[in-house]
């Protein structure tokens, strides 16, 4: 952390992680108004009345060193991009270091705050991929039985037709 960003965070409430192999590590900084952060693309801040949604999902991973649940929280802002403040910071490949500890309080806050300063903000747990992937499982399933009742049903009619019986009494 740089001077600058220090001197910016003072007294905030304070959680750092890293993404993933081709991330920086990401400060992030509850600040009385806003939501600070700085990482590969610099330093931002978002006001907590410009957040419209939160949404916190997680996630279980078997690797060495980060086995168990990790968690994000997916912040939309209007009018820009969204951002992902996850709970395990990347050490290695396959590799994470849990960073629950300042993780947990930290959202906590986020979304005391940004309940507080807009209240209109919508919060969200799980994930939409996950509700996409049950929806059409069951999509699917209908088909299959629709499918199979049609096929049972077309066998049947086969058979009433075809049966030498059925042929014998029309002859």
Known sequence: MTAETAALVTDALLHSVRNGLMDKESLFALEPDRLFW???????????????????????????????????????????????????HYVSLGNYE????????????????????????????????????WIVAALLFVLGAVFLAAMVYMGATAVVITHPLAMHHNV
Do not use: M
């Not at 693309?41 to 916190?56: E, F, K, N, P, Q």
């Open 98 to 133: 849990n960073r629950s500890d300042s993780y947990a309080p930290f959202i906590r806050e986020l979304c005391r705050r940004i309940a507080s300063h807009a209240p209109k903000a919508r919060f969200f747990s799980g994930s939409t991929a996950l509700w996409v992937f």
């Open 38 to 88: 700085s990482g590969k693309s610099g330093t931002d801040s978002v006001a907590y009345a410009d957040i419209i949604s939160v949404r916190l999902t997680s996630y279980s991973i078997s690797a060495r060193g980060s086995e168990g649940t990790h968690y994000q929280a997916k912040v939309s802002r209007r009018g820009g991009r969204s951002i992902k403040i996850r709970s395990h």
